[in-house]
């Protein structure tokens, strides 16, 4: 794609890093079957090669975002389908992380849309305040339906009926390895997931264990930065992820940072990217570099085969494991290798509708997304879904009577740990 970017614009790294996506671009329009807005609405605008339209000529005119182009950004669920289609290797995570960023910079929403994203990214990365909320969802649920707006609509709807108690083990302290030790990691406890399922760090923290891990928390750990991120808030997303960045370089030598929720796992990767004109790069890109995901570590280091357990089990590819982290075989290789019969659904690839904030934000879109994606598991007959995302997990489980689990929950139980809790006994 040609580009008329001025000498004076390309100064800015980040429109310098736009500039090199943009032409990188050939219009081939290959990213337009496997984007899962453009599969619902049918609108070039609502593809990946309509929205690099719509960015190329922002930043080239070097102009406040208008409600036009917000409206099909904001409509883009940075499955980053598009990554993995596309012949020619556009990254279109950066650019369009770069183009939010020049949204909130320049546009001025509407008053309910500001009050909502401010609210998402003052709650969501904080624990303890998601538990509040999600405490007053439960309470505000019978009245849900006089609610004008249909984001916070979904807002409450989306609260867990159970809310599980603190759990002690996210507290910032060492788990010694079970025999032997031969590794070294520090685990990403997470934000949201830590009020939502906190079965799922316990799970990783005894199969690491008995796989001859150090598990370290590190002290003072927080949001990775991601959901601020993808909301164009950079000055927070930068600050926390400043503020982790420290946290693991604190603890001294480690062999990875394990990371369970896979929305985490792709940013934490990208940190080298994020710093990478800050005085902090170095250290940014040590920990971008340690970063793995847990089925990715497992698979490193390698996993004991399980008994078969007679259990099927649909996979659920999260979108930021396939596609943003390129990690797609070692999932369905563990759960294999433990004892499951594992089975995929029709076009795995397309994005169940949670994407962060996106089924808060964009309730209706996301609504679809989910329907179809559950109907794809459904039709597979499975006893189980996994998935490696807490997001997806709260999407896909909110739509079906299957139980899903984290795949590291399986994977312990069928090593020695104990039966996932959400499981009933009849499995």
């Given amino acids: 794609m040609q580009t008329n970017f001025t000498p004076e614009q390309l100064t800015d790294p980040g429109v310098a890093r736009a500039n090199e996506i943009l032409r990188a671009c050939v219009h081939c329009g290959f990213?337009?079957?496997?984007?899962?807005?453009?599969?619902?609405?049918g609108d070039e605008l609502d593809s990946p090669r309509g929205r690099i339209y719509l960015i190329k000529d922002m930043l080239e005119n070097d102009r406040p975002a208008d409600a036009r182009t917000v409206k099909h950004l904001d409509r883009c669920l940075s499955c980053l389908a598009c990554m993995t289609t596309c012949p020619s290797g556009v990254h279109y995570m950066h650019l369009i992380d770069h183009a939010r960023a020049h949204v909130e910079r320049t546009h001025k929403r509407p008053m309910m849309d500001r009050l909502l994203r401010w609210t998402l990214a003052k709650i969501v990365p904080y624990s303890g305040r998601f538990r509040l909320a999600m405490l007053g969802a439960k309470i505000a649920r019978p009245f849900a339906g006089l609610l004008p707006d249909a984001r916070l609509r979904a807002m409450i709807s989306m609260a867990p009926k159970q809310i599980p108690p603190v759990s002690r083990n996210d507290d910032a302290q060492t788990f010694?390895?079970?025999?032997?030790?031969?590794?070294?990691?520090?685990?990403?406890?997470?934000?949201?997931?830590?009020?939502?399922?906190?079965?799922?760090?316990?799970?990783?923290?005894?199969?690491?264990?008995?796989?001859?891990?150090?598990?370290?928390?590190?002290?003072?750990?927080?949001?990775?930065?991601?959901l601020t991120h993808h909301m164009g808030r950079e000055d927070d997303s930068h600050a926390q992820a400043a503020h982790?960045?420290?946290?693991?370089?604190?603890?001294?030598?480690?062999?990875?940072?394990?990371?369970?929720?896979?929305?985490?796992?792709?940013?934490?990767?990208?940190?080298?990217?994020?710093?990478?004109?800050?005085?902090?790069?170095?250290?940014?890109?040590?920990?971008?570099?340690?970063?793995?995901?847990?089925?990715?570590?497992?698979?490193?280091?390698?996993?004991?085969?399980?008994?078969?357990?007679?259990?099927?089990?649909?996979?659920?590819?999260?979108?930021?494991?396939?596609?943003?982290?390129?990690?797609?075989?070692?999932?369905k290789d563990l759960l294999r290798k433990a004892g499951f019969e594992v089975v995929e659904p029709v076009d795995s690839h397309l994005c169940c509708g949670s994407a962060g904030t996106y089924n808060l934000l964009q309730p209706e879109i996301s609504a679809e997304l989910k329907a179809r994606k559950v109907a794809t598991l459904e039709a597979k007959s499975p006893q189980i879904i996994a998935a490696g995302n807490i997001g997806c997990m709260i999407q896909i489980g909110s739509g079906t009577e299957v139980p899903i689990v984290h795949t590291v929950e399986l994977l312990d139980w069928a090593t020695g740990g104990p039966r996932p809790p959400s499981l009933p006994e009849r499995l």
């Fill in 176 to 226: 010694p390895a079970i025999g032997a030790r031969k590794y070294r990691v520090a685990l990403q406890i997470g934000c949201a997931q830590r009020a939502l399922n906190t079965d799922i760090n316990d799970a990783t923290i005894r199969l690491l264990r008995r796989l001859g891990c150090e598990v370290v928390i590190p002290r003072n750990l927080g949001c990775c930065g991601a």
């Fill in 31 to 41: 990213c337009t079957a496997t984007c899962p807005t453009y599969q619902v609405l």
């Fill in 244 to 331: 982790n960045i420290r946290a693991y370089l604190s603890e001294g030598d480690l062999d990875a940072v394990i990371i369970n929720t896979s929305g985490c796992g792709t940013t934490v990767k990208d940190y080298g990217h994020m710093f990478r004109n800050d005085p902090r790069a170095a250290d940014a890109a040590k920990v971008a570099g340690l970063a793995c995901d847990v089925s990715e570590f497992l698979e490193r280091i390698g996993l004991p085969e399980g008994a078969p357990k007679g259990l099927r089990v649909a996979y659920h590819a999260a979108c930021s494991l396939q596609h943003g982290q390129q990690i797609k075989t070692a999932p």
